[in-house]
């Protein structure tokens, strides 16, 4: 199993795979299983430290997808980069049977938007010897953008995400990486507080995973098209992408969740570069 290795000074790239045909960036894109293998590998190609692949897409409204489709879209592509790829794996799931099935498969790492919540999920991840991205979401998907309320976001993000780390390593899993949830049952004021507060959250002793790719407040704050909360077009988000990238790892990110890895790799060279000079 191959483990995600950070080097000092540099912000490590995320790669994003989703396979579904309804994801809010580039649904379908990767649906056909030849075009995403190129794909993975042409990530790491690129740079990537990090290949995530996801089968259900967690946009804001989606459904769930039976577990027979998503172990369609999922599985055989896993197995078909076991043995061509040097950089580990991650699937983003939320169902234990799948993710004890993907590592099974050659996935190495375990992403729950749910923040293993679930018991199950949880001996998932310990069973299989995985490591363990966990994600604060509040709500699901289906309903998480209606009206979300925090008191503290920072801190009860925070604490969350202490608590489901504390329950991992308690059950045996070692390698633990916190990922803030940008996006996922917060507001253009929460995500803002999020990044700006990243450094309370990396204080827990666990790497940190940004994920901000071509997500909406981004294009909000930019100004994209023509209503005010519009956010123009998900593609159309690289330059704000790259720029909430940056200011997150100066406040703590220690890896990086994008879909443009070549273009986001040679920004954070050069961001971490000056970072690294002023020390």
């Known amino acids: 199993m191959k483990r995600l290795r950070s080097v000092p000074g540099k912000t490590l790239i995320c790669g994003v795979l989703n396979v579904t045909p ?15 293998l190129d794909h993975a590998l042409r990530m790491e ?8 692949i996801g089968g259900e897409s967690s946009r804001p409204g989606s459904a769930p997808v039976p577990l027979e489709e998503e172990k369609r879209r999922v599985i055989p592509l896993v197995e078909a980069l076991a043995g061509r790829i040097k950089v580990p794996v991650s699937v983003d799931t939320r169902k234990p049977v799948l993710a004890v099935l993907a590592v099974k498969a050659g996935a190495d790492i375990i992403n729950d938007i749910t923040g293993f919540i679930s018991p199950a999920m949880v001996r998932a991840a310990a069973d299989t010897g995985a490591g363990a991205i966990v994600m604060h ?16 976001v920072v801190a009860e993000v925070r604490d969350f995400l202490a608590g489901r780390a504390a329950a991992l390593a308690a059950a045996g899993v070692k390698d633990i990486i916190l990922d803030p949830g940008i996006g996922f049952g917060k507001t253009l004021e929460h995500n803002l507080a999020l990044i700006a507060g990243l450094a309370k959250i990396r204080a827990l002793g666990y790497p940190v995973m940004l994920g901000v790719s071509r997500k909406r407040f981004i294009g909000t704050l930019a100004g994209e098209g023509t209503g005010p909360m519009s956010g123009g077009e998900p593609h159309e988000r690289l330059s704000g992408t790259i720029a909430a990238c940056v200011a997150g790892a100066e406040r703590g990110a220690d890896i990086v969740r994008v879909h443009d890895v070549a273009e986001c790799r040679k920004a954070m060279a050069v961001a971490d570069a000056i970072r690294g000079a002023g020390k």
Request: aromatic share 8%; net charge negative.
């Open 22 to 36: 309804d994801s809010f960036s580039d649904g379908g894109k990767w649906a056909d299983s030849a075009a995403a």
């Open 45 to 52: 190609a690129e740079g990537a430290d990090l290949i995530d």
């Open 137 to 152: 979401m509040l709500g699901e998907p289906g309903t998480m953008q209606a009206n979300p309320v925090y008191k503290d």
